[in-house]
């Protein structure tokens, strides 16, 4: 119960700073796109306090440290061919940490949600180097 207690201050204070974050990174892949001429929609959030604490319960293996999409993105995509341009403008701007692509294991009889997820950092950012971000990339039917 002390770690919840530590996750839920730690995260009062980190909040502003992840929301700062999530701005630069989505700014910065909103003007790409539009430099490129790709169309994509482009949604953020950082997650919320009652969200974090029940991950950190059910999944015991997490710290307040290891939890990945503290601040997370979706970045959808009209067309299944605009997946490979985006995915080289995400991994171009990017610093990429783990990449899963969730279709990529499917059996051709299975269907399910396949979007790509992204765990990234802005190692160019000296404001936010030390931050992750979850980006998921995914087309309007995935979604």
């Not at 307040?64 to 970045?75: F, L, M």
């Not at 990449?99 to 000296?126: C, M, N, R, W």
Request: charged fraction near 30%.
């Amino acid at each position: 119960m002390d770690d919840l207690q530590a996750a839920r201050q730690q995260w009062q204070k980190d909040e502003p700073r992840y929301q700062a974050f999530l701005a630069v990174v989505s700014t910065r892949l909103s003007g790409l796109l539009r430099d490129r001429g790709l169309h994509a929609e482009i949604a953020g959030r950082t997650k919320s306090l009652d969200s974090l604490l029940k991950k950190l319960l059910r999944k015991p293996d997490h710290t307040y440290r290891t939890i990945s999409d503290k601040a997370g993105v979706r970045v959808t995509v009209r067309y299944a061919r605009d997946i490979a341009p985006v995915r080289s403008l995400i991994e171009g701007c990017l610093t990429v940490v783990k990449v899963e692509d969730k279709g990529a294991s499917l059996s051709p009889d299975q269907f399910t949600y396949q979007g790509i997820h992204y765990d990234a950092k802005l190692a160019d950012d000296p404001a936010f180097s030390d931050l992750q971000i979850e980006i998921q990339l995914c087309t309007r039917a995935q979604n």
